[in-house]
């Protein structure tokens, strides 16, 4: 009798032991988590400042100009990634069944986005750069004019298009691109760039949704 008494007796003061180091390690485990453990994370790629990995070379390729490089930015894998990444959300809203690249630094934006969003992809080349029949639009330079071309069965009327390049300046040759896509009676629903020059105004002669990923105003 007096041994049973004992074990409960032990019994009892085991839980009651327990009972008052479990706050206590509570506490302890509590002070081993990082203050950091609860707060959302911020992922790389929507920190990423595109601006960084774009490289300004002055007087090229003439005396006065500032030359914005995006060799630097094709070289940077993790930066260009990000880079397509955004451009992909801004084209899918458009629905294009269909990217233009504009020659040609247009070509390493437009190409590699049309694969990402599964879609086809159209060369807007010089006149004479592209084999077999093509159609052609002239358009007015500063000083004289240009012409630009596709190939005659690059695009079926009615499709959608998204035109891009790698860089929005004046937008003439944009707007030209526009414009041919529209005489081959496709419809021209948007158009993107990696860069905008916003001192040349250059969207302001484009009457389709227009996007860049960054923007310079000198």
Known sequence: MTLRLC?????????????CRRPLLERNAAARVPSSYNRPQTSPAKRM???????SIPDFP????LFY????????ADAWSVAMGR???????????????????????AAPLALKLGLGFVMVRKRGKLPGPTVAHTYALEYGTDI?????DAVVAGQRVVI???????GGTMNAAIELFRKMGADVVGAACLIELTFLNGRQR???????????DQ
Do not use: C, M, W
């Open 62 to 65: 003439k005396p006065g100009i």
């Open 49 to 55: 400042d595109i601006k960084d990995h774009i490289r």
């Open 164 to 170: 891009l390049d790698d860089l929005l300046a004046t």
């Open 7 to 19: 074990n409960a007796t032990l019994k009892r003061a085991a839980v009651r032991s327990h009972a």
């Open 87 to 109: 451009l992909a959300k801004v084209v899918s809203r458009h629905a294009p069944d269909l990217l233009a690249g504009i020659e040609s630094r247009g070509f390493l934006v």
């Open 148 to 152: 630009v071309e596709i190939q005659s």
């Open 69 to 76: 490089d995006i060799s630097t930015l094709l070289a940077h």
């Open 206 to 216: 484009l009457d389709v949704p227009f996007n860049a990923l960054v923007a310079y």
